[in-house]
């Protein structure tokens, strides 16, 4: 578990970038022999793009250090669980494992709503490790929401 929340730490770390930023503050890093080769974090409002998630940043990113497409032998460690775009990138890359911080109940597509993570009708599946930092994960979010909504009630007053 030590290895777990070391490299999960790494993804919180890219959490607070996307947090820095005003944005969902999720972050992500993939691992390949115990070594990090792609990060990334949430920037879909700053880069106004859909698909600015942090899973897929990251994987772009391990795929050209890579030189290849399959990411087969690394790991993924993400602060909260994939959506549904992000699960299905997953299982094309065929990342074998991902660890996951905290999960997501009204969109994770990793055991949530749906597991697309551990289809036997697709060709590749992940296994899944969670509640890595579970507590650091969940605090962030819910602090980031709460400071929102905030943000939000001054707004309408001014």
Same mark, same amino acid.
């Not at 790991?75 to 991902?98: D, F, H, K, N, W």
């Not at 996951?100 to 749906?114: D, T």
């Given at each position: /578990? !030590? ?12 959490? +607070? ?14 691992? #390949?022999?115990? !070594?990090?080769?792609?990060? %990334? ?21 391990? #795929? ?9 032998? #690394? ?27 905290? /999960?997501?109940?009204?969109? %994770? #597509?990793? %055991? ?9 009708? @697709? ?7 969670? %509640? ?8 962030? /979010? !819910?602090? @980031? @929401?709460?400071?929102? +909504?905030?943000?939000?009630?001054? !707004?309408?007053?001014?």
């Amino acid at each position: /578990m !030590k290895r777990d929340e070391k490299y999960m730490r790494e993804a919180i770390r890219q959490a +607070r970038k996307a947090y820095a930023l005003e944005e969902v503050p999720i972050g992500c890093v993939i691992v #390949c022999q115990d !070594k990090i080769i792609g990060r %990334g974090y949430n920037r879909r409002t700053v880069d106004k793009n859909t698909l600015a998630h942090a899973e897929l940043t990251a994987i772009r990113k391990a #795929c050209r250090k890579m030189d290849d497409w399959r990411l087969e032998e #690394c790991t993924m460690y993400v602060t909260l669980e994939p959506c549904q775009m992000c699960s299905g990138a997953i299982v094309q890359a065929r990342i074998p494992r991902v660890v996951v911080g905290c /999960m997501n109940p009204k969109a %994770g #597509c990793a %055991g949530s709503i749906l597991n697309l993570l551990d289809r036997k009708e @697709f060709n590749h599946q992940a296994e899944l490790t969670v %509640g890595v930092l579970a507590e650091e994960c969940s605090e962030m /979010m !819910k602090q @980031f @929401f709460r400071e929102l +909504r905030e943000r939000q009630k001054a !707004k309408k007053k001014s």
